[in-house]
């Protein structure tokens, strides 16, 4: 098969990615705050939301990478 052919990855439905990104973030930002150690209640809240950040990023490549992977495992069996 020509390269011309060959269908593209797909990552899904990227609303989709987004919103399960954002929902885990949320989580993880809630998840967090009890270990954050600062007085205030919005310095919790502020503080577990940057350290969430670098969770949501891994989320959002293993998620993509995870529906790379199915879409190429799909198009293999087809055959």
Known sequence: MSSSEEKKPSFGNPIVNLLLTGLVYLFFTWLLRPYVPAQTELLKWALSAFASITLMIVFYFALNMFRVTL??????ESK
């Open 71 to 76: 879409n190429d495992h799909n198009n293999r």
